[in-house]
């Protein structure tokens, strides 16, 4: 999962990109929402978290224009501004929901992770492929009821790869989703993490196939 994070407050924004992190989840950060429109165009994420307050154009702003423009990807404000008015503006803008400084970042994480479910269309907390289940809230898997093994990585390619399934993941999504600007994970790369994922699943009739020239889609037999 890869975020973009819009807040000029520093010191709030480390602390979010590192707290992410060991959930998993890749953040890239502005400080400023003028630049965000290009950025989304370049690179895709599954979430933007977005601060009312910012200098230059606000963040109602810029969800207005990407609800204009017919940008489906959801949004969360984060914002220390908590009067009704705010809310119901916020959401009525195009904001998916509003959550208020200060706050308890595993209320955030639980947020994020409903949001990403609703935007793919997955209602439950687990994700199930044949005998194949990721469990989102806890970031575990098994495999025919028993604990499957996994790097944060290669569950994060599995995820990617059971909730488009059946249809096929490009190896250019897989690579920008798992990657962030500090960080960016190549095709080879993910072709390692296939590769390893295949070998932990070969035993349960669960298959990784390759579509040449475009990507990755998971099968059963």
């Excluded at 989304?40 to 933007?48: F, I, K």
């Excluded at 955030?108 to 479910?117: F, I, K, N």
């Excluded at 492929?129 to 990721?134: A, D």
């Excluded at 296939?194 to 040449?212: F, P, Q």
């Amino acid at each position: 999962m890869r975020l973009l994070l819009i807040e000029d407050d520093v010191p709030i924004a480390n602390a979010l990109v590192e707290g992410f992190a060991r959930a998993g989840i890749s953040v890239d950060h502005l400080v400023r929402a003028d630049t965000a429109e290009s950025v989304l165009e370049l690179t895709a994420y599954d979430l933007l978290i977005v601060d009312l307050e910012l200098p230059g154009m606000n963040g109602l702003e810029l969800i207005r224009r990407l609800r204009r423009a017919q940008v489906a990807l959801p949004v969360l404000i984060l914002t220390a501004r908590d009067a009704l008015e705010d809310r119901v503006q916020g959401l009525d803008t195009g904001a998916d929901d509003y959550l208020v400084k200060p706050f308890l970042f595993p209320e955030l994480l639980a947020r994020v992770r409903a949001l990403v479910r609703r935007s793919q269309a997955v209602g439950s907390s687990d994700l199930v492929f044949g005998p194949l289940r990721l469990y989102l809230n806890l970031y575990t898997a098994s495999l025919n009821d028993l604990p499957l093994e996994l790097t944060g990585r290669e569950w994060d390619v599995l995820q990617h790869l059971m909730l488009a399934a059946p249809r096929v993941v490009s190896k250019q999504k897989l690579a920008e989703s798992l990657g962030n600007w500090d960080s960016e994970i190549s095709p080879n790369a993910i072709e390692i993490y296939v590769s390893r994922l295949r070998n932990k699943l070969s035993e349960s009739g669960v298959m990784i196939r390759t579509v040449r020239g475009i990507g990755y889609r998971l099968e059963l037999p």
